[in-house]
């Protein structure tokens, strides 16, 4: 399994963009960056995947890197529902959960 | 909503029983996920079914079991429980299998040993 290194956690202030990384360095060619969101007692939530290319959609921007050892998820302008723990997974053939980064959102 | 249900949402037994958790996947999708999630650990996938037949293990214990049946539902049964289960189980689901497939989970089944 390709493995991640993500921050413990970061702060945003509400409606500023929030930059949150990810390195994964051993990721094979054909694995997908998946990128997945958790609030307190509920299942993770989808928020994004890429393979090469930078993708959108509405709820984040996926920035890959050109070799792809790393990626950037970009949440434009945070509000307080954004707080949750942020999970970037390289998916193989099994979608493993790392610790994850918390974001926190101030009012 | 995500379109993957699971029940019950809260359950509450004590040691040494045996609990059945179910999964009823998105409409359409084939694979299904298990993860165990405690108040001391990360989310930990268990198991992951396609089409019926199992296709990736985890850190499953032996004293838990699961299949997906003709109707693409899925079980998780665990036996001979301990107060160390007590946990929140994930269920997930996607069309396939590929890497790039979207996988959705569910709200979680709430298990309390005691």
């Known amino acids: 399994d390709a493995k991640t290194t993500q921050p413990n956690s970061m702060e945003s202030n509400e409606e500023e963009p929030v930059h949150l990384p990810c390195n994964h360095s051993t990721i094979s060619g054909t694995d997908y960056i998946h990128w997945y969101r958790q609030l307190p007692s509920q299942g993770p939530e989808y928020v994004i995947h890429?393979?090469?290319s930078n993708v959108n959609n509405r709820m984040a921007s996926l920035a890959i890197a050109e070799d792809r050892k790393s990626s950037t998820l970009i949440l434009h302008r945070a509000t307080l529902r954004d707080a949750a723990v942020y999970y970037c997974i390289p998916y193989t053939d099994k979608l493993i959960f790392g610790t994850g980064t918390r974001l926190q959102v101030f009012p | 909503d995500s379109g993957v249900t699971q029940t019950p949402k809260h359950l509450i037994t004590a040691t040494g029983q045996r609990v059945t958790l179910r999964c009823s996947p998105r409409?359409?999708?084939?694979?299904v996920y298990w993860y165990q999630q405690s108040l001391d650990q990360g989310l930990q996938f268990l198991i992951q079914y396609y089409n019926g037949e199992e296709r990736a293990k985890g850190n499953i214990l032996e004293r838990f079991s699961a299949q997906q049946f003709p109707d693409l539902h899925s079980e998780l049964n665990l036996s001979s429980l301990e107060l160390g289960d007590s946990a929140l189980y994930f269920c997930a689901s996607s069309i396939g299998v590929a890497s790039g497939n979207t996988i959705y989970f569910g709200e979680g089944s709430w298990l309390t040993v005691v």
């Open positions: 890429g393979l090469t």
């Open positions: 409409s359409g999708d084939l694979s």
